[in-house]
């Protein structure tokens, strides 16, 4: 008969109750960005991150070919350009906001994306539109923090939902 302690009996356990969790943690498809209004720079600074698994997935449908997210710069650059042409602000007018690609970065398991414009005056009514991934990656479900002067407002985005409007007071938000 063999003895088996019981520390290792746990620390089995433990693993085999883990491995199969560990295994699955990238099974949710989600892309987190932030949007805030820095009055003192006088600009709206633009922050997403997804999982660059999932990055060089889409990247990868788009092309058509395979392409290496984490080794080579320019499928990181092509990224940055494509989240670019997928997310977008607007006006109360519909006028999009030009949103400048700052840059790309890697870090661990996600790429960013950083992107910035100026803030409009008289900015009253914010719409974004944000399609990034949800054609390429079903079950994708990107999710926009904005922030102002302390207001904060999240828009979810999935499915056939790619546009929605801020519900924050931006005349008071950016005049205080």
Not at 113 to 124: A, D, H, K, M, R
Not at 132 to 140: N, S, V
Request: net charge negative.
């Amino acid at each position: 008969m063999v003895c088996f302690p019981a520390r290792a009996f746990w620390i089995v356990l433990i693993i085999s109750i883990l491995a199969p969790v560990a295994a699955s943690a990238h099974q949710l498809q989600a892309a987190i960005s932030t949007v805030t209004f820095v009055t003192r720079s006088g600009a709206i600074e633009v922050i997403h991150r997804f999982y660059s698994h999932d990055a060089e997935h889409a990247l990868s449908s788009i092309k058509g070919q395979r392409v290496d997210i984490v080794q080579d710069v320019a499928s990181q650059q092509a990224f940055g350009r494509y989240v670019s042409e997928q997310f977008q602000l607007r006006d109360q007018h519909e006028t999009e906001l030009p949103l400048s690609l700052l840059g790309i970065e890697l870090d661990g398991d996600f790429i960013w994306v950083y992107q910035e414009t100026p803030i409009p005056g008289q900015l009253t009514k914010l719409e974004i539109l944000n399609s990034a991934l949800l054609e390429e990656i079903p079950g994708q479900v990107n999710t926009v923090n904005i922030e102002c002067a302390g207001e904060l407002d999240t828009l979810v985005f999935s499915g056939k939902a790619k546009t929605a409007q801020a519900d924050i007071d931006f005349v008071a938000c950016l005049s205080g």
